[in-house]
């Protein structure tokens, strides 16, 4: 049976973000990358959202644990700015759709990126909850 990623690009999960949360390949784009930590997420791999966050900015591996009654529902790419493979910056913007104590809500966010070292990681965000 075929798993569709949560990160919403019509792929299957072991083919799209399945090999970035295992190690065994690096997001070559900074989409690639915001993809990967939006279903990071949505399946609770805090392990994952702690090695691709820029280590100038990251909190502690505890703070990223996702409350049980949170499910991640949607993502929608809204803009993106620069984050090519030839790039060392990157901004993503998106609207993710949440499901939180039986109410629905959104969050809209400008992530950025820079590459470290030849990988891509997340450096901070402008967001906005409604």
Known sequence: MK???????????????????????SAPTAEALMRSRYSAYALQRPRYLFKTWHKETRPSLKSLSQPDDTQWINLKITKTEQGMQQ????????IATYV???????????????????????????????
């Not at 060392?88 to 998106?94: C, D, E, L, P, R």
């Not at 400008?110 to 965000?125: D, L």
């Open 3 to 25: 798993t569709p990623c949560p990160c919403k690009s019509l792929s299957e999960y072991k083919v799209c973000c399945e090999p970035y949360h295992n190690g065994k390949q």
């Open 87 to 94: 790039d060392s910056t990157g901004m993503v913007a998106f």
């Open 100 to 130: 939180q104590n039986e109410q629905l809500g959104q969050l809209t966010e400008r992530s950025y990126f820079e590459k470290v070292q030849g990988k891509w990681v997340y450096i901070g965000v402008e967001v906005s909850k409604k």
